[in-house]
C-alpha cells in the first residue's frame, strides 16, 4: 500500500536543497578516467522524487540528462533475472565487496565469480547472461529499452561519445572479462559483452527519468511499474536488498549507515535512493568523492529522508 505523502513539504524540502547544494564550494571532482565525463561541468545539481501515486516532484537541474553509468546495473539485473531467474547466482555472489568497483584482486582469489552484480565484473556477467538471451543486435539495447518504458521516455537514448570514450579507455574492464572468461564465467566473445555493458553505462538520463524509471522498486513489486519491470515482491525486496548492501561499492556500509536506504551510485554523479511504499529519490551532481560517489547528491539524499522521516530502519 502506497503511504500518504505531502507533496507541498517534498517540494519545499527539495527546493530548499537546490539553493543549498547551489551554494556548495565543496562538490568533489569529475571522474577523469573516462575522459568524455570529465568534460562535465562541475557546477550542476539536480533532484526528483517519483511518488508512487503522482507526478515527479524535482528542483535544480532535473532536466539535465547525465550519464547514469553503474546506475544501469540495477536495469541489466532486472533484465538477466527476467532471463534466467535464481540460476543466476550460480555466476554471480551477493556479498559486498569491500573493494573498489573495477578492482581484479578478489576475482582471482575467488576464481572468476564476482562478489556482486554491482561491481564491474559482476555487472559484465550479467552483461553476458543477457547476451546470451538477447542478441542486441539491430541498435536495440534491453537495458535501454527497459529505461524506455519505464520512464515513458522513447527519447532516452546512449551518449555515443560517453560509449567511444569508454571503449577506447576500457582496458581494466576488458582485462575483469579476460579472467572471468579463463575462469569459465564469460561465455561470449570479450569484445561484445564489454560493448553491451559499455554502452548500458553510457545511457543518459535525467534525474526526472531516472526517479520515474526506479519507481518500481518502490511498490513492493506490485502495480504497473512492477509489471513492466516483470518484478515479483519478493525480487523487488531482494534487489533493494543488493542495493542497500553492495550499491555503492566500498561505502555501501557509510551509505546505509548515513542514509538507511536502499542505494546505487554512478559515476557520472547521479544516485537513486528507494524509500519504499513512498517512492524513489534521484540526486545528481558530478563532483565524485574518493570512492567514486557523488558529494552532493548522498548530502541531499541523506538530508531529504532524514527531514522527511524516510528509512527502513
Ligand atoms: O565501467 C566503468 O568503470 C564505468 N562505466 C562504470 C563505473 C561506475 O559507474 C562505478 N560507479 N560508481
Not at 561541468?41 to 503522482?54: D, H, K, M, R, S
Amino acid at each position: 500500500m502506497p503511504k500518504q505523502i505531502d507533496i507541498a513539504k517534498i517540494q519545499s524540502a527539495l527546493d530548499d536543497i537546490a539553493s543549498r547544494m547551489a551554494g556548495e564550494s565543496d562538490r568533489g571532482e569529475v571522474a577523469s578516467y573516462i575522459p568524455e565525463l570529465s568534460r562535465v561541468p562541475l557546477n550542476q545539481f539536480g533532484i526528483a522524487v517519483a511518488p508512487l501515486n503522482g507526478p515527479p516532484i524535482f528542483a535544480g537541474d532535473a532536466d539535465v540528462p547525465f550519464s547514469i553509468q553503474s546506475i544501469s546495473k540495477v536495469f541489466a539485473l532486472v533484465v538477466a533475472l527476467g532471463h534466467v531467474g535464481a540460476t543466476l547466482w550460480r555466476r554471480v555472489g551477493r556479498e559486498p565487496s569491500g573493494d573498489p568497483f573495477n578492482s581484479i584482486v578478489q576475482l582471482e582469489f575467488e576464481r572468476g565469480k564476482p562478489r556482486n552484480p554491482f561491481i564491474n565484473p559482476g555487472a559484465i556477467v550479467v552483461s553476458d547472461v543477457i547476451l546470451e538471451h538477447e542478441s542486441g543486435e539491430f541498435g536495440r539495447h534491453p537495458v535501454l529499452e527497459l529505461c524506455r518504458r519505464l520512464a515513458d521516455a522513447p527519447d532516452i537514448s546512449v551518449d555515443e561519445e560517453v560509449f567511444a570514450s569508454e571503449v577506447k579507455t576500457g582496458d581494466r574492464n576488458r582485462a575483469l572479462a579476460y579472467f572471468m572468461l579463463a575462469e569459465g564465467n564469460i561465455k561470449g566473445e570479450v569484445k561484445k559483452v564489454t560493448e553491451s555493458y559499455f554502452r548500458q553505462c553510457s545511457i543518459a538520463m535525467t534525474c526526472r527519468q531516472l526517479a520515474e524509471a526506479t519507481r518500481f522498486l518502490a511498490s513492493g513489486g506490485e502495480g504497473p511499474d512492477a509489471e513492466i519491470a516483470g518484478v515479483t515482491p519478493e525480487r523487488t525486496r531482494r534487489i533493494n536488498a543488493l542495493m542497500m548492501t553492495c550499491g555503492c561499492y566500498d561505502a555501501s556500509g557509510e551509505v546505509a549507515f548515513r542514509i538507511g536506504l536502499p542505494c546505487k551510485s554512478g559515476v557520472g554523479g547521479g544516485v537513486v535512493a528507494i524509500a519504499p511504499s513512498v517512492g524513489s529519490i534521484v540526486a545528481w551532481s558530478p563532483g565524485l568523492d574518493e570512492k567514486g560517489n557523488s558529494v552532493l547528491a548522498l548530502k541531499a539524499i541523506e538530508e531529504l529522508a532524514h527531514g522527511l522521516g524516510w528509512s527502513v530502519f
